[in-house]
């Protein structure tokens, strides 16, 4: 008889991650398999968008842009720690996943400097270990995208990518190309692999140098970076504060007025609202110290602001009881 051959014993190996598995759903169907008809489509069940920090980044690409030394990065990095250790972030909560961190114009040193000042103070610090953090990493089409492929397949929850800044991962641009096709091309492929895996990638980047009455025609370089991504976040300082603008296909149009204090950014509001406020704040300074009652021209001099904004907030705190009409066209401080 011919002898049996030996069977080999298999070895089942369980894996127990830290958080209970999720399986990743992709964020729309990337499957090159042709066209499809209307009532198919109509047919078909899509999972509900993925917000990372609601109502500010969702699924998809992120360009975050703003101008050097305002705050950026810091904005970046608070948001990877909110989302690593579940916390909260521009007064959102963040579910807990994994994230990476690219901060290549950083180094570790600076890095752990950056880290121990947004979790002061120590004692109540949480557990970062889910927040991955690299110095360096390879350009786009030149092993960027693998090597964010293979961090994916190594943690149980990836959730979130930060990319700071663009300059440093974009690849050169081909002798051919205008400047919209090198600019679409250039981040395209974060694009695509983040709708593909249900993933946020944010990418930092900067403005420019001159004033842009659209916010998104603020973001340096061709309108192919803007349409290339997903959504579109602009952080500027102006007269009337600081400012967090925001347009994209999946979140409502933004804008909040924030903050910056300890490396830490806060929303203190709606921008329009923020700003009203503080202005009326102003007349009512401007009332208080006038001997007499004024015009609106005149409130609008003493506290340098447009006639057009002070007749309209008047309009406004007289029915509120903050001033009182006096004759034709004069206003005092109510109650005086």
């Not at 047919?43 to 998809?60: K, L």
Request: net charge neutral; with cysteine.
């Amino acid at each position: 008889m011919v002898p049996l051959p030996k069977m080999k014993r298999s070895v089942e190996v369980k894996v127990e991650p830290s958080k209970p598995f999720k399986p990743l759903v992709a964020a729309n169907d990337n499957t090159p398999s042709g066209g499809i008809d209307a009532e198919t489509l109509l047919g078909m069940d899509f999972p509900p968008v993925s917000y990372i920090v609601d109502g500010y980044v969702a699924e998809g690409l992120t360009i975050l842009a703003g101008r050097p030394k305002l705050g950026k990065s810091w904005l970046a990095l608070g948001f990877c720690v909110a989302v690593a250790a579940g916390g909260a972030a521009l007064g959102s909560d963040c579910e807990e996943g994994d994230v990476i961190y690219l901060a290549l114009e950083d180094n570790r040193r600076r890095l752990k400097e950056r880290l121990e000042v947004v979790l002061s103070p120590p004692q109540v610090r949480p557990n970062l270990s889910r927040l991955t953090l690299y110095t360096e990493a390879p350009k786009i089409g030149a092993g960027l995208v693998e090597m964010l492929d293979a961090w994916r397949l190594s943690v149980p929850y990836p959730r979130l990518i930060v990319i700071d800044t663009l300059s440093m991962v974009r690849p050169p641009k081909k002798g051919n190309q205008d400047s919209y096709a090198a600019d679409y091309d250039a981040i395209s492929p974060l694009q695509k692999f983040a709708g593909e895996h249900g993933l946020a990638i944010i990418v930092v980047h900067h403005v420019r140098k001159a004033e842009a009455e659209d916010p998104l025609e603020a973001v340096s370089g061709t309108n192919g970076l803007t349409g290339a991504a997903d959504t579109i976040m602009v952080l500027n300082r102006s007269t009337d504060g600081t400012k967090l603008y925001g347009r994209g296909r999946d979140i409502e149009e933004i804008e909040k007025a924030v903050r910056f204090d300890r490396g830490t950014w806060t929303v203190l509001g709606d921008a329009d609202d923020v700003r009203r406020s503080e202005q009326r704040k102003k007349i009512m300074e401007v009332l208080t110290d006038a001997s007499t009652a004024l015009t609106p021209t005149e409130i609008a001099r003493e506290a340098g602001m447009k006639e057009a904004n002070v007749k309209y907030l008047l309009r406004v705190m007289v029915p509120a009881g903050e001033a009182e009409k006096v004759g034709y066209g004069q206003y005092k401080l109510a109650g005086r």
